[in-house]
């Protein structure tokens, strides 16, 4: 290895041990211009209205917490099934299986913040409930069970109530009811939402299901009443006659298995595959993304932060238009095309996102003091990950002109590197067997992987030009000059690269730096712990002991 590329990597290791935030991402003009169809002009950005790759991002965040604790309002509702002998879990104050639509958690840990028994010596109950059979379900993305009124809530109160209701965002007891009467003529039992842990609301115990009850001892006194997960510290009751308040138990020598744990056990579906024991059908998928079927929304959402976008504003007709479309959709199983839509989703991210990062890390290295030997160093660092990228779709016959501006000779490259995992699909007969909402996760493939080749191959383009690679092309200017000022060629490529990572907005870069100790966990404020963070809005990741219980500040 190079004395200077050694250098080079000693830097960006140390920083990644050294900065504690998000990565930044500066506020770039909105793009302006259209990029529809086969154009592969890279001067050509993709119009501001576009979607496609927020719905990639969004499939690519599906039951994953991480990402759905970012952006809690959620875009999509998705059929799923929960395979059979899933066990899932439902603390109360007594053995008696719920007759009434309940909470269920995922894991014990959220359900035993519930687990409350009606005297000292009683302890608590916690029932296990495991599925006899697949039990069919929706699920909401986003944080669609906190219980917040800017957005978190508002997919199902559409299909709940018809419209979105932000007042209601503390009605748990009537929400539930009100979804559950809306799916007795449908093959659901029940809905997929996620807090500090995924749980799932079930609509009728003695269908589908095995409840036992498990007698356990009390947790100390302090935390939510029984009901399963579904509701926030004390903040609002389900309602359940079988939790009697007054009740004081004395379990000081227990361990405090509250708050902490809970968010302990949700942190482990964070990431990529997320929470896998509910399957989703993505053949079936219902997007708010989606322009056609949602068209009121694109006004509502213009010149927003996607942290920003929500339900509110949407049209009575799309309503109509959305809610039809979940009852069609959960009415059958189409066979779709076979594709893992998932998984050729997550190869673009790990193809892409690390070498993305590792550019911007150098261009975040320049300095205007930097002389020009020290700019061409980064440069020619740069244009190695670009090349790197790029390898693949490098044909033969691709060679810039002689004293020529025009970029036309790159389109060739551009476009394989574009269509490179969509063009089997859109060319066989495979096409034919796509669902709407295949073809829609297809779109979003193609948009976001068209942008990320239209701005690499640009950079690299650019690179080329300035003499970067004098064995493939020597330009006029470098053979003139070998000491070109390269500072307005990495001002270019930091202004293009921090505009195509702040478009994708991937959560894989959304980490706490340097990372955290094994004593900690990287903990990203979340309801109902997010009042007291220092953007409550918009919270950034930070490291927290997870030793000690995590407190609900500022409730």
């Not at 066990?87 to 014990?108: C, I, K, Q, S």
């Not at 269908?207 to 509701?231: F, W, Y």
């Not at 927003?304 to 929500?310: A, C, F, L, V």
């Not at 003499?467 to 307005?488: H, Q």
Request: proline letters at 7%; a negative charge.
């Amino acid at each position: 290895m190079l004395p200077t590329m050694k250098r080079f990597v000693g830097l960006f290791l140390a920083f990644t041990l050294l900065e504690a935030a998000q990565i930044p991402l500066e506020a770039l003009p909105t793009f302006n211009l259209e990029n529809d169809g086969d154009n592969w002009d890279i001067s050509i950005a993709p119009g501001e209205n576009v979607t496609g790759h927020l719905v990639f991002e969004t499939v690519n965040s599906f039951m994953q917490h991480w990402p759905n604790t970012r952006y809690r309002n959620g875009h999509s509702i998705v059929p799923g099934v929960v395979p059979s002998g899933t066990v899932l879990y439902h603390g109360r104050g007594d053995a008696n299986t719920p007759t009434n639509p309940e909470w269920l958690a995922t894991d014990p840990e959220h359900s035993y913040m519930f687990c409350r028994g009606q005297t000292a010596d009683s302890g608590c109950w916690q029932l296990m409930v495991t599925a006899i059979r697949p039990l069919k379900v929706l699920y909401l993305d986003g944080s669609a069970a906190a219980k917040m009124p800017d957005g978190a809530m508002d997919s199902q109160d559409i299909l709940a109530y018809g419209k979105v209701v932000p007042e209601k965002y503390r009605g748990e007891r009537e929400r539930i009811n009100y979804l559950c009467d809306w799916t007795k003529d449908l093959d659901v039992d029940g809905f997929v939402r996620m807090e500090m842990d995924f749980e799932i609301m079930l609509c009728d115990f003695t269908k589908g299901v095995l409840v036992e009850a498990i007698n356990l001892r009390s947790r100390p006194r302090g935390g939510p009443g029984p009901g399963g997960p579904g509701r926030g510290p004390e903040i609002h009751p389900h309602h359940d006659s079988s939790y009697t308040p007054k009740a004081h138990i004395n379990s000081s020598a227990l361990p405090n298995m509250g708050f902490s744990e809970s968010t302990n056990s949700g942190s482990w579906h964070r990431y990529y595959p997320g929470e896998t024991r509910i399957q989703l059908d993505l053949t079936r998928l219902v997007s708010f993304y989606d322009t056609d079927l949602v068209p009121s929304l694109v006004a509502e959402r213009y010149g927003k932060e996607r942290i920003r976008h929500r339900l509110l504003g949407i049209s009575p007709e799309d309503i109509q238009t959305v809610v039809r479309k979940v009852e069609e959709l959960t009415a059958v199983s189409e066979a779709g095309s076979g594709i893992d839509w998932a998984t050729l989703i997550r190869l673009i991210v790990k193809r892409y996102s690390e070498r993305l990062e590792m550019v911007q890390y150098i261009l975040n290295s320049t300095n205007p003091a930097n002389s020009a030997a020290e700019n061409k160093v980064l440069a020619e660092n740069i244009q190695v990950q670009l090349t790197a990228m790029l390898q693949p779709y490098m044909l033969f016959t691709i060679k810039p002109p002689q004293n020529s501006t025009s970029t036309n000779w790159v389109s060739p490259m551009y476009e394989l590197c574009a269509t490179t995992y969509t063009n089997y699909i859109t060319t066989s007969s495979l096409h034919s067997r796509l669902t709407a909402s295949e073809n829609l996760i297809l779109d979003g493939v193609q948009k976001t992987t068209k942008e990320i080749c239209r701005v690499v191959t640009g950079m690299w383009v650019d690179g080329i030009m300035s003499g970067l690679e004098p064995d493939f092309y020597k330009s006029s200017a470098t053979e003139n000059d070998g000491n070109v000022d390269l500072a307005p060629l990495l001002n270019s490529w930091k202004e293009r690269i921090f505009g195509l990572m702040k478009w994708l907005d991937w959560s894989v870069w959304l980490k706490c730096r340097p990372a955290c100790g094994f004593e900690e966990m990287c903990y990203l404020p979340m309801w109902p712990f997010r009042r007291g963070s220092e953007d409550s809005d918009d919270p950034q990741p930070r490291c927290e002991r997870r030793m000690a219980p995590l407190e609900a500040q500022g409730l």
